[in-house]
């Protein structure tokens, strides 16, 4: 009897550290995906046409036939093998980024925070 108790109290505290480490991972990404695309943050879907130099920078096709070109630079989290893969699949491609002032006699410029 006293054995049945224990492995009560045992399954009920496993029940309950993983319900609180599952709470806790998932605050974490939602919290995370927040802040990483923050609200200034706008979204693009398509497919990566071309890369260009060792900064990954890249053009984008809209399902609407426009292409969009974007800096990504080292702020961009995007892995250059991911982005190669994407451009030889043909794959359909989300990209947030940012509307930077541009540089020169450039307007603005379309910083890429996140290609996946």
């Known amino acids: 009897m006293v054995f049945f108790a224990r492995l009560k109290a045992g399954l009920l505290v496993l029940l ?3 319900g609180l480490i599952g709470i806790g991972v998932l605050g974490t990404q939602m919290v995370g995906n927040h802040f990483s695309q923050a609200n200034a943050t706008q979204h693009a879907q398509g497919k990566i046409i071309k890369i260009m130099g060792p900064e990954k920078d890249f053009q984008l096709l809209l399902a609407d036939k426009r292409v969009l070109s974007f800096h990504c630079g080292t702020g961009c989290r995007a892995s ?3 982005m190669q893969r994407h451009l030889t699949e043909k794959a359909t491609t ?3 980024y940012l509307i930077t002032p541009g540089q020169g006699k450039q307007g603005q ?3 890429a925070v996140s290609v996946d």
Do not use: N
Request: proline content about 0%.
């Open 16 to 18: 309950l550290m993983g």
């Open 80 to 82: 250059l093998s991911h």
């Open 94 to 96: 989300d990209v947030y």
């Open 109 to 111: 410029q379309l910083q």
